[in-house]
C-alpha cells in the first residue's frame, strides 16, 4: 500500500550458465525438511506448525498474474491454473493483494465489503477452489487485511456519513474545521498530509466535518479508539480463516492510529532551512504525529489470538500474521514481534536489508548482522520488491548487468537466514516499464504527481508468461500494456534455459528447502573488512557449514574467508551452486568470484 520510497524518507526524517549443482540438490524436493521428533505423527504436527519459518512466500498481483476469462484483468481461476507453476519453483505460500469488492480507485486496496469477492476476480466458490488446489500443493494462501481504511462506498461509511448521529459515526476519523463557524467550514484540522498528495482532510458538506484520510480522498480512515471496530475485524478475519486461508498480510498496518491531539507534523527542511518539496508539490512532513503512534501494538495482541485460536483439520498449520512495517531502525522492528506473553506479527516486513536501493557491502553486511542478532529468536521476513516499489533492475540495477546483479539480490534474499518474499516476475527478470504519457496512467498516483511521480503501473504489469503478442497473460486486451521485454523475458524462455534467472531462483530455493544450514542456521558474516564482496556462513549445529560469497562489483575478485573473527582453516569446499566466472572448486582461502559472482560452497 505504502510506496516505500515516500515512507522511507519519512521514517529517515523522523529519526533525523550457472555451472553446477550438486545432483543431490537438484534432485532435491521443494518441501520443507521434516524436522525429528519422536514419532511419524508428531513430525508431521511440528512441520505444519514451523511450516513458515524458511518458507519462500510469493506476491501475486491478481490483476496481473493470469486472465482466463479473457477481459484483460487477471483473476483468481488463472492463479489456480498456475498452482502448478508455483509449486515447481517452490514456493511455500501465496499472498494475494486484495480481491475483495472495491471500486478500483486505488485497485482493491479500496474495500467496499471485506467478505466477499470482486466480481473481476470471480466468485468465493472460485477462491475455495483456489484454496484447496493450492492446499493439495501444499501451498498456503495468504489475505490482504487492510484496517486502515475503507472505501467510501462501504456501507460502514455510507452510513457513517449520513449524520452526525448515526451508530457508524465514530467508526471514522470525524473533526471540525480550524476556526469552523455555522457558516465557514473554517481550515482543515492541521497540516496532516496524505501519503498519495496533498491535505488529508477532506470537507463533507452535508454532516459539516472532515474526515481524515491517510491515502486518497475515497479511502477515509478507520478510528481503531471505537470498539466495535476491533470487532468488525475480529469478524473479518474468522470469516476467511474458515474458508481455509493460512494467514493474512496486514496493509499499512503502522498508520492505523494518529496523535489525539491533533498537532502540526513537522516540515522537513533542507540544508538552507527551506521546506523540502515532494513530487505533489507539497512540503514534506516528518510523518510524526501519523506513524507508528501508540496503539498499534495493542491492536495486533489482541488480533493475534483469533488467529492461534483457529484450528482445522482441512487445511491444518499455524496461521501466519505479516505486517507491513516500514520503520525506522530494527529495535521498532523487534517490537511488532510482540512478547512471549503478548505476541504480534509472526513476520514483521524487514524492510530495512531489502530497501536499501544501492550496491553497497558494508550497509548490506550490517542490516544483515542487525537481522541476525537484534531479533533475537524471532526469524526475519526479508524482501526486495513488491506492487508499491519499481522493480529490482530499476533500484538495484545497472543497465549493463541487471541479470547478474538479479541473481545477486536473489542469492541476499534466499541464502540469507529468515522467510523470503519474492514478488511475482522478478523470478524471471521482469523489469520496471513505467508509463510515458500522462494519459496512459492508470495509478491515481500518477495522475496526481505526473510527471515527478510516475505511479506504479511500472511494477504492475502483466506476467510474462511466453513471448506472444500479450504475453500468455490474456487473450483480451490487458488492463495495463505488456511491455516489449516480454518476447525474451518470458516463463517459456527460461525454462529451457539452463542459465537462465528462473533456473537459478529454482535452485536458490532448493538449497534453501534441502541444505540443513539453510533450513535453521544462523548467518555467521565472514571477511567483514571486504568492501567488494558480502560473504557469510550458514551454520547449524550437527551440519555440515555453508558458506556464500557475492561480489558486488563488476570486477574479478578473489576472497580469502579464512580471514576475520570466525579464524576458519583454509578448507575444501564442495560446490553446490555458482554463476559463470567462479571456479568449479574453490577453497575458503581463494574464492574467485567475477563480475556480480555468487558461490555457495559446502564446507569440507
Known sequence: ???????????????????????????????????????????????????????????????????????????????????????ELGVDAIWLTPVYPSPHLDFGYDISNYMDIDPEYGTLADFDRLVSEANKRHIRVLMDMVMNHTSDQHEWF???????????????????????????????????QSLFGHSAWQWDEKTRQYYYHKFYVQQPDLNWRNPAVHDAFKEIIAFWLKRGVGGFRFDAITTLFEDPSLADEGVVLDKDGKPVINAFGDPQLDGSKTD?????????????????????????????????????????????????DKPEFHLPM??????????????????????????????????????DNPRIDARYGDGVHDVDIQRVIAMILLASRGVALVYYGDEIGMTTTPPTRKQDVKDPIGIIGWPKEKGRDGERTPMQWDGTANAGFTSGAPWLPVPPSAAAINVQAELSDPNSLLAWYKALIRLKKT????????????????????SWMRQATGAPQVVVSV??????????????????????????????????????????????????????
Request: glycine letters at 10%.
Open 1 to 87: 500500500m505504502i510506496a516505500a520510497s515516500e515512507m522511507l524518507r519519512r521514517i529517515a526524517n523522523c529519526a533525523a550458465g550457472f555451472a553446477l549443482v550438486a545432483a543431490a540438490i537438484a534432485a532435491g524436493g521443494q518441501t520443507a525438511p521434516v524436522k525429528k521428533m519422536g514419532t511419524a505423527q508428531s513430525a508431521e504436527q511440528a512441520n505444519e506448525l514451523d511450516w513458515w519459518k524458511n518458507a519462500v512466500i510469493y506476491e501475486v498481483y491478481p490483476r496481473s498474474f493470469q486472465d482466463m476469462n479473457g477481459d484483460g484483468v487477471g483473476d483468481l481461476n488463472g492463479i489456480t491454473a498456475r498452482l502448478d507453476y508455483l509449486k
Open 158 to 192: 455510507l452510513q457513517s456519513r449520513s449524520s452526525r448521529s448515526n451508530p457508524y459515526r465514530d467508526w471514522y476519523c470525524w473533526h471540525d474545521g480550524k476556526g469552523q463557524t455555522a457558516t465557514d467550514r473554517g481550515q482543515p484540522p492541521n497540516n496532516w
Open 292 to 340: 507508528n503512534q501508540p496503539g498499534l501494538h495493542e491492536v495486533m495482541e489482541e488480533m493475534r489470538p483469533e488467529a492461534d485460536k483457529f484450528d482445522s483439520s482441512e487445511f491444518p498449520g499455524t496461521r501466519v500474521l505479516i505486517g507491513e512495517t516500514y520503520l525506522p531502525n530494527i529495535g521498532e522492528l523487534k517490537k511488532m514481534y510482540g512478547t512471549p
Open 350 to 387: 524487514d524492510t530495512q536489508v531489502g530497501m536499501i536501493d544501492k550496491l553497497d557491502v558494508a550497509t548490506f553486511r550490517q542490516r544483515l548482522i542487525d537481522a541476525g542478532t537484534h531479533l533475537g529468536a524471532h526469524i526475519p521476513l526479508l524482501l526486495f520488491d513488491n506492487h
Open 515 to 534: 541444505v540443513p544450514a539453510f533450513d535453521s542456521g544462523a548467518n555467521i558474516m565472514l571477511d567483514p573488512e571486504n568492501t567488494k564482496v558480502l
Open 551 to 604: 561480489n558486488f562489483t563488476a570486477d574479478t575478485v578473489t576472497t580469502d574467508l579464512t580471514l576475520g573473527e570466525a579464524g576458519i582453516r583454509p578448507r575444501e569446499l564442495k560446490t553446490l551452486l555458482k554463476t559463470p566466472g567462479a571456479p568449479d572448486s574453490a577453497v575458503l582461502n581463494r574464492i574467485v568470484l567475477g563480475p556480480y559472482g555468487v558461490y555457495i560452497g559446502e564446507v569440507q
